[in-house]
C-alpha cells in the first residue's frame, strides 16, 4: 500500500511527497485505516518501524484548527518527546496545526507561552503533571490520547503519572499505545483505558541472517577500551554506538575517543538539555561517527544507517540485549553487534545468553595497539590519572 491511496489531506499527501516516502510499513498499513475510523489501537513496533507516522498522519488529518489542545502524546524521555513533536511540527505546518513538546530540564516559561496556541502536546509526564499542578494546561478538551513506548514508562517507573494524567482527561477519547513489546502490564494498562482495542504486532524489524553478533572475552580489563578503539577505527563502516551501563562511563569512553581522533558524541538522563541537544544535531548533521549513550538515552531513537552496535558494559537481561542490537541490521542492511566482557560481565553475560535464540560467537582478538584511558582528574594534584 503506498501513501496515494490513503483517504487524508492532500496537504499531507504533498508533504510525505516532498519527504520521498512511497510505500507504508507493516505498522502503517494495519494502524492508520483503523486509527482514521477513530479506533482505540495498542501497536507492537520496535524503533525504526515508522511507527510515528502510524499515530501521526492520521492525528493531523481529524483534529480542527483552533486555539484548544485536542491531542496529548505521552513519552517516555525527552529525546523522544522532541522527535515526535518535531515530526508534528513540520507536518502539520502547512495545516496552520501548532505543536508544543513539554520535558524537564528547561525554562519552564516558554512552554507555558506556547501552550496557550497548541492543538497537540507532546509530553513527559512529570513535567506535564508540573504544568497540570500549576493549572498552566487545560486537558478538557483531548480527543485523542497516545502513549508512545508504554513499555519503557513502565520501565522507568511513570505509570503512577500516567494514571494521574489519564484522570485529567476526558474518558470519551480515542486513545492509541505503541510499544517495543506487548508485556502483560502493557495488556492490562490497554484493558483499562481503551475500548475495544484493535492489536497489531509487526514483525521484527532487525534481520537476524543479517545480523552478525560476536564477543570478545577480555583477560585485562585495562585492555577494554584499546580493544574498542581498534575496533572503531579499523573495522566499523557507518555509525556507532557504543553502550554503557551509566552516565559516568558513557562521559569517561566518549572523551577518551574524542582525545584518540574518534568524532564521538555522548548522550546520557544525566545531560542538561542543551548538550543532549548538541548531540543529537550531531548526529543528523552526520558530524558523528560514534554515539556513546546509555539505555534510556538511546531508548526511542531513530537513529539510521547503524552498522556496528558495541556493548562496552554488557546488559543485565536478553530483553535489554536485544533492543540494543536492535540498532542495526535493519531494512535489509547487515550489521554487527559486539559485546565486550571482563570479568565484571560475565554474570550478565550469562543471563543474556539464557535466551536461546540468541547466536552470538566467541571471536579471536586481533592484534591492537594498548593506549592510554583517563579515568578522570585528580584535582589535588591537577592532573589527570589514567588505569593504564
Same mark, same amino acid.
Given at each position: 500500500?503506498?501513501?496515494?491511496?490513503?483517504?487524508?489531506?492532500?496537504?499531507?499527501?504533498?508533504?510525505?511527497?516532498?519527504?520521498?516516502?512511497?510505500?507504508?510499513?507493516?505498522?502503517?498499513?494495519?494502524?492508520?485505516?483503523?486509527?482514521?475510523?477513530?479506533?482505540?489501537?495498542?501497536?507492537?513496533?520496535? !524503533?525504526? =518501524?515508522?511507527?510515528?507516522?502510524?499515530?501521526?498522519?492520521?492525528?493531523?488529518?481529524?483534529?480542527?484548527? @483552533?486555539?484548544?489542545?485536542?491531542?496529548?502524546?505521552?513519552?517516555?524521555? &525527552?529525546?523522544?518527546?522532541?522527535?515526535?513533536?518535531?515530526?508534528?511540527?513540520?507536518?502539520?505546518?502547512?495545516?496552520?496545526?501548532?505543536?508544543? +513538546?513539554?520535558?524537564?530540564?528547561?525554562?519552564?516559561?516558554?512552554?507555558?507561552?506556547?501552550?496557550?496556541?497548541?492543538?497537540?502536546?507532546?509530553?513527559?509526564?512529570?513535567?506535564?503533571?508540573?504544568?497540570?499542578?500549576?493549572?498552566?494546561?487545560?486537558?478538557?478538551?483531548?480527543?485523542?490520547?497516545?502513549?508512545?513506548?508504554?513499555?519503557?514508562?513502565?520501565?522507568?517507573?511513570?505509570?503512577?503519572?500516567?494514571?494521574?494524567?489519564?484522570?485529567?482527561?476526558? &474518558?470519551?477519547?480515542?486513545?492509541?499505545?505503541? =510499544?517495543?513489546?506487548?508485556?502483560?502490564?502493557?495488556?492490562?494498562?490497554?484493558?483499562?483505558?481503551? /475500548?475495544? =482495542?484493535?492489536?497489531? /504486532?509487526?514483525?521484527?524489524?532487525?534481520?537476524?541472517?543479517?545480523?552478525?553478533?560476536?564477543?570478545?572475552?577480555?583477560?585485562?580489563?585495562?585492555?577494554?577500551?584499546?580493544?574498542?578503539?581498534?575496533?572503531?577505527?579499523?573495522?566499523?563502516?557507518?555509525?556507532?554506538?557504543?553502550?554503557?551501563?551509566?552516565?559516568?562511563?558513557?562521559?569517561?569512553?566518549?572523551?577518551?575517543?574524542?582525545?584518540?581522533?574518534?568524532?564521538?558524541?555522548?548522550?546520557?538522563?544525566?545531560?542538561?538539555?542543551?548538550?543532549?541537544?548538541?548531540?543529537?544535531?550531531?548526529?543528523?548533521?552526520?558530524?558523528?561517527?560514534?554515539?556513546?549513550? !546509555?539505555?534510556?538515552?538511546?531508548?526511542?531513537?531513530?537513529?539510521?544507517?547503524?552498522?556496528?552496535?558495541?556493548?562496552?558494559?554488557?546488559?543485565?537481561?536478553?530483553?535489554?540485549?536485544?533492543?540494543?542490537?536492535? &540498532?542495526?541490521?535493519?531494512?535489509?542492511?547487515?550489521?554487527?553487534?559486539?559485546?565486550?566482557? !571482563? =570479568?565484571? @560481565?560475565?554474570?550478565?553475560?550469562?543471563?543474556?545468553? @539464557? @535466551?536461546?535464540?540468541?547466536?552470538?560467537?566467541?571471536?579471536?582478538?586481533?592484534?591492537?595497539?594498548?593506549?592510554?584511558?583517563? &579515568?578522570?582528574?585528580?584535582?589535588? /594534584?591537577?592532573?589527570?590519572? +589514567?588505569?593504564?
Amino acid at each position: 500500500m503506498n501513501f496515494e491511496q490513503l483517504n487524508i489531506n492532500q496537504k499531507l499527501k504533498n508533504k510525505i511527497n516532498e519527504f520521498g516516502f512511497t510505500k507504508l510499513t507493516t505498522i502503517q498499513e494495519k494502524g492508520i485505516p483503523e486509527i482514521l475510523k477513530g479506533k482505540d489501537v495498542v501497536g507492537q513496533a520496535e !524503533t525504526g =518501524s515508522g511507527k510515528t507516522f502510524a499515530f501521526v498522519l492520521p492525528i493531523l488529518n481529524k483534529i480542527k484548527k @483552533d486555539s484548544v489542545i485536542q491531542v496529548l502524546v505521552l513519552t517516555p524521555t &525527552r529525546e523522544l518527546c522532541i522527535q515526535v513533536a518535531e515530526v508534528f511540527k513540520e507536518f502539520g505546518k502547512n495545516l496552520e496545526i501548532k505543536t508544543t +513538546s513539554i520535558f524537564g530540564g528547561v525554562n519552564i516559561s516558554p512552554q507555558i507561552k506556547n501552550i496557550s496556541n497548541s492543538q497537540i502536546i507532546v509530553a513527559t509526564p512529570g513535567r506535564l503533571l508540573d504544568h497540570i499542578n500549576r493549572r498552566t494546561v487545560n486537558l478538557t478538551n483531548i480527543e485523542v490520547l497516545v502513549l508512545d513506548e508504554t513499555d519503557k514508562m513502565l520501565e522507568m517507573g511513570f505509570i503512577a503519572d500516567v494514571e494521574k494524567i489519564i484522570d485529567k482527561i476526558p &474518558r470519551n477519547r480515542q486513545t492509541l499505545m505503541f =510499544s517495543a513489546t506487548v508485556s502483560e502490564d502493557v495488556y492490562k494498562i490497554s484493558k483499562k483505558h481503551l /475500548r475495544n =482495542s484493535l492489536i497489531f /504486532r509487526t514483525k521484527p524489524f532487525v534481520d537476524t541472517n543479517k545480523l552478525n553478533q560476536k564477543y570478545y572475552d577480555i583477560y585485562n580489563e585495562n585492555d577494554k577500551f584499546s580493544l574498542l578503539l581498534h575496533l572503531l577505527k579499523n573495522s566499523t563502516s557507518g555509525l556507532a554506538i557504543v553502550f554503557c551501563g551509566t552516565r559516568k562511563e558513557t562521559d569517561i569512553v566518549a572523551k577518551n575517543l574524542r582525545q584518540h581522533g574518534v568524532n564521538a558524541s555522548e548522550i546520557h538522563g544525566g545531560m542538561n538539555q542543551n548538550k543532549r541537544l548538541k548531540s543529537l544535531n550531531n548526529l543528523k548533521c552526520q558530524k558523528t561517527d560514534v554515539l556513546v549513550a !546509555t539505555d534510556v538515552a538511546a531508548r526511542g531513537l531513530d537513529i539510521k544507517d547503524v552498522s556496528h552496535v558495541y556493548n562496552y558494559d554488557v546488559p543485565r537481561t536478553p530483553k535489554e540485549y536485544i533492543h540494543r542490537i536492535g &540498532r542495526t541490521a535493519r531494512a535489509g542492511k547487515k550489521g554487527d553487534a559486539i559485546t565486550l566482557l !571482563t =570479568s565484571r @560481565d560475565h554474570d550478565n553475560f550469562r543471563r543474556v545468553q @539464557d @535466551d536461546k535464540k540468541l547466536i552470538i560467537e566467541k571471536a579471536d582478538f586481533p592484534l591492537f595497539e594498548k593506549v592510554s584511558f583517563f &579515568r578522570g582528574y585528580n584535582m589535588k /594534584r591537577k592532573r589527570y590519572y +589514567s588505569h593504564c
